[in-house]
């Protein structure tokens, strides 16, 4: 399992922007995906914005043109860049991966309010 700890939560006001952090345990070299992954109230977890160990990178249609996922192989991190920021964003953000060996883990889950 990879131990993954999130940071960056709180609250904006809408048309505002937040950054999340992801650190691994491990290196990113034996991650076969990593990504950021959200759930409001009473809704399934929904991909938001993933990317592949060779680089390939996959967004949700809702958040395309105004999330940006990226990534420190040397520091064994994963950023979730939020610009525009509208209420229907508000969610529990949870960093997720898959490690080479199939071995699914998850982080703590960050909490983003945006409200006016």
């Known amino acids: 399992q990879v131990r993954l700890v999130e940071s960056g939560g709180g609250l904006v006001q809408p048309g505002g922007s937040l950054r999340l952090s992801c650190a691994a345990s491990?290196?990113?070299?034996?991650?076969?995906?990593m990504g950021w992954y959200r759930q409001g109230p009473g809704k399934q977890r929904d991909m938001v914005a993933s990317?592949?160990?060779?680089?390939?990178?996959n967004y949700a249609s809702f958040v395309k043109g105004r999330f940006t996922i990226s990534r420190d192989n040397a520091k064994n991190t994963i950023d979730l860049q939020m610009n525009s920021l509208k209420p229907e964003d508000t969610a529990v953000y949870y960093c997720?991966?898959?490690?080479?060996?199939?071995?699914?883990?998850w982080g703590q889950g960050a909490q983003v309010t945006v409200s006016s």
């Open positions: 997720g991966c898959v490690a080479n060996d199939g071995v699914t883990s």
């Open positions: 491990r290196s990113l070299s034996s991650i076969s995906v």
């Open positions: 990317i592949l160990n060779s680089g390939t990178i």
